[in-house]
């Protein structure tokens, strides 16, 4: 069973950054395809940022494509989400999640294992 811990969430002014990061406690973290996704008040969860099990690719939602960039670190079990130009609309619980699969997905049910989520609140 796969963990995930989400930490670097917090309170930021419209057009600041964050950097979200999410461990793995698995050793074979480097194998699994690493999501980011996030939840609204009132919205259904979408998906955000995903990178590939072997760095080949990455893909952004519209939304964030230019402002968000998503990395992983496989010696640290660890992806980030480097969050700039923050809107208040990015107001949301940011979830990791994690994929056996290699390659990269925006649907929610291709990821087996999530974290627990961390708030990322924008003030404008």
């Known amino acids: 069973q796969v963990q995930l811990v989400e930490s670097g969430g917090g309170l930021v002014q419209a057009g600041g950054s964050l950097r979200l990061s999410c461990t793995a406690s698995?050793?074979?973290?480097?194998?699994?395809?690493m999501g980011w996704f996030r939840q609204g008040p009132g919205k259904e969860r979408e998906f955000v940022a995903a990178?590939?099990?072997?760095?080949?690719?990455?893909e952004y939602a519209d939304s964030v494509k230019g402002r968000f960039t998503i990395s992983r670190d496989n010696a640290k079990n660890t992806v980030y989400l480097q969050m700039n130009g923050l809107k208040p609309e990015d107001t949301a619980v940011y979830y990791c999640a994690a994929s056996r699969r290699r390659s990269t997905a925006r649907v929610a049910d291709y990821y087996d294992y999530w974290g627990q989520g961390t708030q990322v609140t924008v003030s404008s």
């Open positions: 990178v590939s099990a072997l760095l080949l690719s990455t």
């Open positions: 698995e050793r074979i973290f480097g194998s699994y395809a």
